[in-house]
């Protein structure tokens, strides 16, 4: 099972750019890297997900190098909306996913 | 579509007795997944059912905990004779068949937040 190692937390103010990083050693040739946004008291929430090289939708661009051994969530123009814990998930591996405690960002006025 | 949805939202019970918490998954997913969440900590997987494959309970902390799901769609998670430490959010969520776009992303639902006093 390929752990993964966030930042604790995070601060930024309204419309900056946020990037969160997280390293994943042990990621196996198969695995995915998938983000997830989770707001109190709700269940995790899909925000993107890649392979290799970098991937970008309508909420957020994912970074990831060429060994894959870390990955990079980027967050444009935060809002106050935004503050919420990131999760960054490597696998499947079988059957599981390992969500580690996540990065809870706060977004400032 | 109708997303997850889970129930109760909320239980309280009291140590000792037994409860039984339900998860209604996206019609058609394949994978349903059991998960527990602490006060501040991330998600602690508990159990994977895939179709009609055995379940995976590797993660099921005692044997107090079970779970099993109905014609591949409801599931229900029971804890007997529950403790003070399990006291946590359990969360649901599933996932789609292999070969359709968002397989490899997870749909949660919105949690049953249990407290054991």
């Known amino acids: 099972l390929a752990k993964t190692t966030q930042p604790i937390s995070m601060d930024s103010y309204e419309g900056q750019e946020v990037n969160i990083t997280c390293s994943h050693n042990?990621?196996?040739?198969?695995?995915?890297i998938t983000w997830y946004q989770q707001f109190p008291s709700q269940g995790p929430r899909f925000i993107i997900q890649?392979?290799?090289t970098k991937v970008t939708n309508e909420v957020a661009s994912l970074f990831i190098p060429a060994d894959r051994k870390s990955s990079t969530l980027s967050l444009p123009r935060v809002s106050l909306s935004d503050t919420a814990v990131y999760y960054c998930?490597?696998?499947?591996?079988?059957?599981?996913?390992?969500f580690g405690t996540g990065t809870s960002l706060t977004v400032i006025p | 579509g109708a997303g997850v949805s889970q129930s109760p939202s909320n239980k309280v019970t009291e140590k000792g007795k037994d409860v039984e918490l339900r998860c209604d998954p996206i019609s058609g997913h394949t994978a349903l997944y059991w998960y527990r969440q602490s006060l501040g900590q991330g998600l602690e997987f508990l159990i994977y059912f895939q179709g009609n494959s055995a379940p995976d309970k590797s993660g099921l902390p005692s044997d107090r905990f079970s779970a099993e799901r109905t014609g591949g769609s409801v599931s229900t998670l029971t804890i007997q004779r529950t403790q003070q430490e399990d006291s946590a959010v359990y969360l649901c969520?599933?996932?789609?068949?292999?070969?359709?776009?968002?397989?490899?992303?997870?749909?949660f639902g919105p949690g049953t937040r249990l407290t054991v006093l």
């Open positions: 969520a599933s996932r789609a068949r292999w070969g359709e776009s968002s397989y490899n992303e997870q749909f």
């Open positions: 042990n990621i196996a040739t198969n695995d995915y």
């Open positions: 998930l490597v696998g499947p591996s079988g059957n599981q996913f390992y």
């Open positions: 890649g392979y290799k």
